[in-house]
């Protein structure tokens, strides 16, 4: 389903049923960007079974709802404070770039990894687990859940691309305060 049919389905479901989510997806453009996260793929994601869940599959993506909610956040494996707001300052200051492509942008948060102690590959991690204290895909998971607070989303190279450097430092900010 293309993200103009699930926007139209979504919000037309919501103003009958869900007047709050009718009015987060108001603003059509942005909800398209977000509904368009992984839809033009091959294996398009598939992580809306029906309208009612449409509300709690996105709220994330808006600040309002983001802010609105005192976490928990489930870091995983990366449990150290320090080491967490070390992860995020860095990935601002010295690696984000929006401009970067998919892969440039994968690429540098394995040099994050290394630069902080893990493994740049989940393989190199298994090979010698005694040598890193964790690996890159715990290093985005912290990146993820400091985004979205969660530790499943889609892809999230999309949806940094969608939230852009300003919210993306608010919500790093927020989750450091937090710590």
């Known amino acids: ?70 976490r928990e956040y489930p870091f995983q494996v990366i449990q150290d404070k320090e080491d967490i707001k070390e992860i995020l300052t860095l990935y601002l200051e010295k690696y984000y770039n929006e401009k970067d492509d998919k892969q440039t942008w994968f690429d540098k948060i394995k040099q994050l990894a290394g630069e902080m102690g893990y493994a740049k590959e989940v393989k190199e991690f298994k090979a010698n687990p005694g040598k890193y204290k964790a690996h890159v895909g715990d290093v985005s998971t912290v990146l993820r859940v400091a985004l979205t607070g969660r530790t499943n989303t889609p892809d999230m190279y999309e949806i940094m691309q969608i939230l852009g450097k300003d919210r993306m430092t608010k919500r790093f900010e927020k989750t450091k305060q937090q710590l």
């Open 1 to 70: 389903m293309t993200a103009e049919k699930v926007y139209e389905e979504a919000f037309s479901w919501a103003q009958k049923h869900d007047k709050e989510l009718a009015e987060m997806l108001k603003d059509k453009a942005y909800a398209l960007k977000i509904f368009g996260i992984e839809r033009g793929n091959k294996k398009p994601r598939k992580d809306i079974a029906k309208w009612s869940e449409v509300k709690e599959q996105i709220s994330y993506m808006y600040d309002e709802k983001f802010y609105d909610t005192l």
